[in-house]
């Protein structure tokens, strides 16, 4: 049950950063386009950048739902029942 939680607090965390850089605009939140120089920030597509970076988010926050759901008895209630026992 603690890995369950852990795997759908984390899945939430990446939808929310997700969600934070597509519609908040946040740019400041991206690793190495947050540190390069005024020029530098002028050669990059800021939309394209951050539509890149919320859809690796809400991919990665997605893969973490499948092991939260993959072995969790409340999604599985007949496989974990104790009455075949």
Known sequence: MTQ???HLSLALF???LGC???YG???W???GYNTSS???KGKFDVEALCQEEDNF???LGGTMLIPAT???PFFHKKAYSMEHY
């Open 4 to 6: 369950t939680l852990l």
């Open 14 to 16: 990446l939808f929310l």
């Open 20 to 22: 934070l850089i597509k």
């Open 25 to 27: 605009k946040v740019d």
């Open 29 to 31: 939140m991206i690793a």
């Open 38 to 40: 005024k020029e530098e």
């Open 57 to 59: 988010l809400f991919t």
């Open 70 to 72: 993959a072995r969790n």
